[in-house]
């Protein structure tokens, strides 16, 4: 195999950002590559002291960031956004080598996904942010100003998982700067040193001390910043996880976005290009070892196409190249962890003993690393593990339906509804069949892509979480409206205020009719509107 230059074994022995400094603790956990299975560096494990020193350097630092110009808080953003052009290559090789995916994924899917999104951002989102003059329909009030401003949050506590560790915490961290909030960052205990590496580039770029923090740690440190003292929370894993948030801030007046699980389906109709289709199919399901939360994890098909549709897609499997996702010609990489592995095997072997078919892969792959077969199954049962729960894993499990009915109410028996594809060369039936779909984001004839742009919402319904990320609408998510009306000042009252009396009624009620829709009643009640205006206004 050819290999692409590759960096030591261990990399970096990491430190958190708290106020702008360098923090160093002797309590630390290791960072496995797992394509080895070996050490590769450690990260602090900070405590309840560390977390609530980050959330006071975010707290101190939140009311001098949003008062900046938005356009010096955009001008941070586009320092940054060249930094990470110019460290792209060092991004994508940490990526790959603690996450595992290959090496041009992480390129195409983390390092450009997070520079689309960052071009998104700094084009457009100004305008989200910028205030606005509003006119009410009353014509009472047209002689009054009203101004819609943004006011940011406050302090966000941003919770991020292993399986895109770059674009999706930059996805839900710089929105929320953006609009004027300061962040506690919480990588994943897999993932910590990706996410001191987004430390350093934001020390490097220059944004003030205290604006962005970093802490690394378990589980615990993640339950000690949602405890914190923030204003709101933005949390990307599973929905147990999340569920388990949600508890915890019920009693808190507090912003949150949760992105959860997912078990997309892939519905394909039998007027579909076959051949897109199976390269989509079999993208779909392997892409980062299939641990994506809009991977495809059921697949769909008619019944009398299904043979062929399993045949040509388990050949596409078949020839796959799995390895260190460091090797140029390298298709999969590993999954992230042993666990993760042991799930995924679980969920295949009670698949085939409920009468599944394995027709590629299967099985673990023995030597170092956490490394399975990409793996291929046909006549799933609906009911097994395989087809309801999450799988993250490069597993392709394929159903054969009857009508177009039975499949549609297929795709919706999930608790799960975070995305979808559908295969067909009529896009219109295409487009009617999204609209009967349970799913925050449908794709026809292609899969995941709108990740990373950010004129598109990103998020599920039903368990896959609330609210949406990684787009310009964030920048309203993270920020309240805050309505500022002014009178000149010069009269001595309004006309609805104190003293009450006959005239004012009189008024009220002609006032009503006038505005209705209806001509005769507007000539009718005008001249007795006037009227009662005049005597309303003699009593200022």
């Known amino acids: 195999m050819g290999n692409i230059a590759r960096e030591p074994d261990r990399l970096v022995d990491g430190k958190v950002l708290i106020g702008g400094e360098l923090y160093e603790k002797s309590d630390r956990f290791e960072s496995l590559n797992p394509a080895t299975g070996r ?10 002291e560390d977390v609530a020193l980050a959330v006071e350097a975010a707290r101190t630092a939140q009311p001098a960031w949003a008062a900046l110009s938005i356009q010096k808080r955009f001008g941070y953003l586009e320092v940054l956004r060249n930094l990470i052009r110019e460290e792209g290559d060092a991004v994508a ?8 995916k290959p090496l041009q994924e992480a390129h195409f899917v983390e390092v450009h996904g997070v520079l689309d999104f960052m071009t998104g951002l700094i084009g457009k989102g100004p305008s989200y942010l910028k205030d606005r003059s509003v006119r009410p329909t009353n014509p009472l009030l047209w002689t009054k100003r009203h101004t819609i401003r943004r006011v940011p949050v406050g302090v966000v506590g941003v919770i991020s998982p292993w399986n895109l560790p770059f674009a999706i915490p930059m996805g839900q961290i710089l929105p929320a700067l953006a609009a004027g909030n300061t962040v506690v960052f919480k990588p994943s205990e897999l993932t910590p040193l990706v996410g001191i590496k987004i430390a350093g580039l934001f020390r490097k770029a220059g944004f003030p001390p205290g604006v962005f923090n970093c802490i690394t740690g378990d589980r615990e440190t993640g339950a000690f910043l949602v405890d914190g003292a923030i204003d709101g929370v933005l949390f990307t894993g599973s929905t147990a996880a999340g569920l388990s948030i949600q508890e915890r801030i019920s009693r808190r007046m507090m912003v949150s976005e949760m992105e959860l699980g997912g078990k997309d389906a892939f519905l394909l109709l039998p007027d579909a290009n076959l051949e897109r289709s199976v390269n989509g199919a079999v993208w779909g399901g392997c892409f980062g070892t299939g641990q994506a939360c809009s991977s495809s994890e059921r697949f769909f098909v008619p019944e009398r196409i299904a043979e062929r549709f399993v045949s040509e897609v388990t050949a596409r499997v078949g020839a796959m190249r799995t390895g260190n996702g460091m090797e140029d010609d390298v298709d999969m990489g590993p999954l992230v962890s042993e666990a993760q592995r042991a799930k995924v095997e679980t969920q295949v072997q009670d698949a085939v003993s409920r009468g599944a078919r394995v027709t590629c892969g299967g099985k673990r792959i023995d ?3 956490f490394f399975f077969e990409p793996t291929v199954l046909a006549d799933v049962p609906l009911d097994c593990a395989l087809m309801r729960d999450e799988t993250f894993g490069p597993v392709i499990p394929i159903a054969a339906y009857k009508t177009l009915d039975e499949a549609v109410a297929w795709c919706n028996d999930s608790p799960y509804g975070l995305s979808a594809t559908i295969w067909t060369s009529d896009v219109e039936n295409g487009m009617r069949l999204a609209r009967r779909l349970e799913a925050g984001s449908v794709w026809i004839n292609d899969t995941s892509y709108t990740h990373g742009q950010a004129q598109c919402p990103w998020g599920g319904v039903k368990s896959s979480g609330k609210g949406r990320s990684h787009w310009l609408g964030s920048l309203h998510e993270l920020t ?9 000042g010069r009269r001595a009252r309004e006309l609805w205020w104190f003293p009450y009396g006959r005239s004012g009624l009189d008024l009220a009620r002609n006032y009503r009719m006038v505005r209705s829709e209806g001509v005769l009643a507007k000539l009718l009640h005008l001249g007795p509107l006037i009227r009662d205006f005049l005597k309303t206004r003699s009593l200022r």
């Not at 090789?93 to 595992?100: A, C, F, I, K």
């Open 93 to 100: 090789s940490l990526v790959t080598q603690e996450n595992g």
């Open 367 to 369: 030597g170092p690393g």
């Open 39 to 48: 050490p590769i560096g450690s990260a602090p494990l900070c405590n309840r």
């Open 480 to 488: 309240t409206p805050q309505l500022i009306g002014v009178d000149s």
